[in-house]
């Protein structure tokens, strides 16, 4: 099955810079690529995904670059604010596993005041 | 508002009580899931639903069973609950399309004393 690993597992970052979290999957034939945002005491809440037809996709201050020949997609937050601190969940799935989603680890970013 | 509904969101429970988390949504999503997750902390599919009647076990073996019997309720059943399962407990959906996002509960967080 589709294996998804994160890194770096803690980011910490000076309010203003920027923050970039990796993933790298397995699975060639993952299409799907969605990012979660879990707060503390929270539930994981969707923040942006990108399917596997277009390179970049941006919303405000994050976007999602994907690169298919080495299987890795990326979060990038610009202009950092203490409300991005969190754990950011990373997720792939493809149409032939059911579409089931297969989640990376978390990573904690801290964004330090 | 289309939601999915989880209660009892905190539940402080004796060593050998059976107990039942209920998880209900209203957007219409045949899929749903169970995922056990300790706070911060990686998240372990336990249990999914395709549909009515459909029932799988996750990757992460849990002593925990479900039922489909209508599409918008999946509940979640320990028949005996021991300290180990202390956990929070995230039931979550989606829609069956190509992309397939999941939605979240907010969580029931179960403590076995």
């Known amino acids: 099955g589709e294996n998804v690993e994160q890194h770096p597992s803690t980011l910490s970052v000076q309010e203003g810079d920027s923050a970039v979290i990796k993933c790298t999957y397995s699975d060639s034939a993952s299409n799907y690529f969605p990012w979660y945002k879990q707060e503390l005491g929270k539930r994981p809440q969707l923040i942006i995904d990108?399917?596997?037809?277009?390179g970049e996709k941006k919303d405000q201050r994050i976007a999602v670059t994907l690169n298919k020949t080495a299987k890795h997609f990326s979060l990038h937050i610009t202009e950092t604010q203490p409300e991005d601190s969190a754990v950011y969940f990373c997720?792939?799935?493809?149409?032939?596993?059911?579409?089931?989603?297969?989640f990376g680890k978390g990573n904690q970013v801290v964004v330090i005041p | 508002e289309a939601d999915i509904y989880q209660t009892p969101r905190y539940l402080v429970i004796g060593t050998g009580k059976k107990i039942t988390l209920e998880c209900s949504q209203t957007m219409g999503h045949d899929k749903m899931y169970w995922y056990q997750q300790d706070p911060g902390m990686e998240l372990h599919l336990i249990h999914y639903?395709?549909?009515?009647?459909?029932?799988e076990k996750g990757d992460l073996s849990s002593e925990s069973t479900v039922s489909r019997i209508r599409t918008e309720h999946f509940p979640l059943t320990l028949e005996s609950a021991r300290p180990s399962h202390t956990s929070q407990y995230l039931c979550?959906?989606?829609?069956?399309?190509?992309?397939?996002?999941?939605?979240f509960g907010p969580g029931t967080r179960l403590t076995v004393l």
């Open positions: 990108i399917r596997s037809n277009v």
């Open positions: 639903s395709y549909g009515v009647n459909s029932t």
């Open positions: 997720a792939a799935s493809h149409p032939y596993g059911n579409n089931r989603l297969a």
């Open positions: 979550a959906s989606s829609d069956g399309s190509l992309t397939d996002t999941q939605y």
